[in-house]
């Protein structure tokens, strides 16, 4: 069974950051063999592409929202996947997930939801104006 645990959301004003962690577990899931992506959701939204990175680091992809304010970082000795926030805006309000592919594709190539193998239960950001 895999599980991934997001933390690292809350309250923050408008121009502030966040850093979102997503922890990794599962007695046969090798983390390095998986892209892992962030998706988020606002209220009486559909679930939508935030960043992906490739399994060994080497190739990252934003959506055009965020590009150039998140970045996405990934520890494989650990496991772990992070989504640095910076420039956050009050329309980045959501709820943040983190999701596995099992794939050797670039990060560019991995950005719809059907995808992604595993998700996360989702952290909340919420950004004040």
């Known amino acids: 069974q895999v599980q991934l645990v997001e933390s690292g959301g809350g309250l923050v004003q408008a121009g502030g950051s966040l850093r979102l962690s997503c922890a990794a577990s599962?007695?046969?899931?090798?983390?390095?063999?998986?892209?892992m992506g962030w998706f988020r959701q606002a209220p009486g939204k559909e679930r939508e592409f935030v960043a992906s990175?490739?399994?060994?680091?080497?190739?990252?992809n934003y959506a055009d929202s965020v590009r150039g304010r998140f970045a996405i970082s990934r520890n494989n000795a650990e496991n772990a996947a992070y989504l640095q926030m910076s420039s956050l805006k009050p329309d980045d309000t959501a709820v943040y997930y983190c999701?596995?592919?099992?794939?050797?594709?670039?990060?560019?190539?991995?950005?719809?939801?059907?995808?992604?193998?595993?998700w996360g239960q989702g952290t909340q950001v919420t950004v004040s104006s």
């Open positions: 999701a596995a592919c099992y794939t050797s594709l670039p990060a560019t190539s991995v950005s719809h939801n059907y995808q992604y193998d595993y």
């Open positions: 599962g007695r046969t899931f090798t983390f390095s063999n998986y892209v």
């Open positions: 990175i490739a399994s060994d680091g080497h190739s990252t």
